[in-house]
């Protein structure tokens, strides 16, 4: 199968357009990078990091500390492709980042979007149902 372009996206050109999205809908930048910690378990130093390396988006999540195991529970449309259904595991990581970053611009609460937690990084394990992705 080939290699899917978005793959080699820096992260760095793609993070000011989710930055610029959400600005638009009355969010802000803190927003966007408080739920893309919560999704790679990234620290602020290590997210500063990433953007200013200009990693690809296929070494910023093979990089990223620990994908919450959460992020099972986001569903819905984002790009036409149900994120739950996603088969290739870094495209289904890049599309949950698209599609919290869709849901803060939509206005929903932070809570919400961080499938009922209220941190950056949830420390609680996975419900015993709920897949462990990693």
Same mark, same amino acid.
């Given at each position: *199968?080939?290699?899917?372009?978005?793959?080699?996206?820096?992260?760095?050109?793609?993070?000011?357009?989710?930055?610029?999205?959400?600005?638009?809908?009355?969010?802000?930048?803190?927003?966007?990078?408080?739920?893309?910690?919560?999704?790679?378990?990234?620290?602020?130093?290590?997210?500063?990091?990433?953007?200013?390396?200009?990693?690809?988006?296929?070494?910023?999540? /093979?990089?990223?500390?620990?994908?919450?195991?959460?992020? /099972?529970?986001?569903?819905?449309?984002?790009?036409?492709?149900?994120?739950e259904?996603?088969?290739?595991?870094?495209?289904?990581?890049?599309?949950? *980042?698209?599609?919290?970053?869709?849901?803060?611009?939509?206005?929903?609460? *932070?809570?919400?979007?961080l499938?009922?937690?209220?941190?950056?990084?949830?420390?609680?394990?996975?419900?015993?149902?709920?897949p462990?992705?990693?």
């Open positions: *199968m080939a290699r899917h372009r978005i793959f080699g996206t820096s992260f760095a050109d793609i993070h000011p357009l989710y930055v610029l999205k959400a600005e638009r809908k009355g969010r802000s930048r803190e927003e966007v990078d408080r739920v893309i910690r919560w999704l790679t378990g990234y620290d602020e130093a290590g997210l500063r990091r990433a953007l200013a390396d200009g990693v690809d988006l296929e070494t910023f999540f /093979a990089q990223a500390p620990q994908v919450n195991p959460r992020a /099972a529970q986001i569903t819905g449309v984002i790009c036409g492709h149900r994120v259904e996603i088969e290739d595991p870094l495209m289904q990581r890049i599309r949950w *980042m698209d599609k919290l970053v869709d849901e803060l611009a939509r206005g929903k609460k *932070m809570s919400s979007i499938r009922g937690t209220g941190t950056a990084r949830d420390p609680s394990p996975a419900p015993s149902s709920a462990v992705v990693g």
